[in-house]
Nanobody, 115 residues
Framework: QVQLVESGGGLVQAGGSLRLSCAASGNIFSPNTMGWYRQAPGKQRELVATITSGRSTNYADSVKGRFAISRDNDKNTVYLQMNSLKPEDTAVYYC?????????WGQGTQVTVSS
């Protein structure tokens, strides 16, 4: 089992920045992939960004150039630096880990961007 604990959400004005963190614990295998997804009210959960143990990254087109994902393998922690935030970035952000081909999810953290 793997537990994911997110932190760093909150309320920010458009154009502002936030940094999300997610710490994984439990029976973690390497290599693995960690990432962030988000779900806005009335919408399906969507990919934001992922990063492998080797630090290969993948981003949704909507966040490219504004968000940056990174990780600390020693701490099993993934980060999401979000800059130039827009009201349409408002959502619950979920941390994800694919560990030994099994997906795990955090409890989610709310990000609200006011216009």
């Amino acid at each position: 089992q793997v537990q994911l604990v997110e932190s760093g959400g909150g309320l920010v004005q458009a154009g502002g920045s936030l940094r999300l963190s997610c710490a994984a614990s439990g029976n973690i295998f390497s290599p693995n992939t960690m990432g962030w997804y988000r779900q806005a009210p009335g919408k399906q959960r969507e990919l934001v960004a992922t990063i492998t143990s080797g630090r290969s990254t993948n981003y949704a087109d909507s966040v490219k150039g504004r968000f940056a994902i990174s990780r600390d393998n020693d701490k099993n922690t993934v980060y999401l630096q979000m800059n130039s935030l827009k009201p349409e970035d408002t959502a619950v952000y979920y941390c994800n880990m694919i560990n030994w081909r099994t997906p795990y999810w955090g409890q989610g953290t709310q990000v609200t961007v006011s216009s």
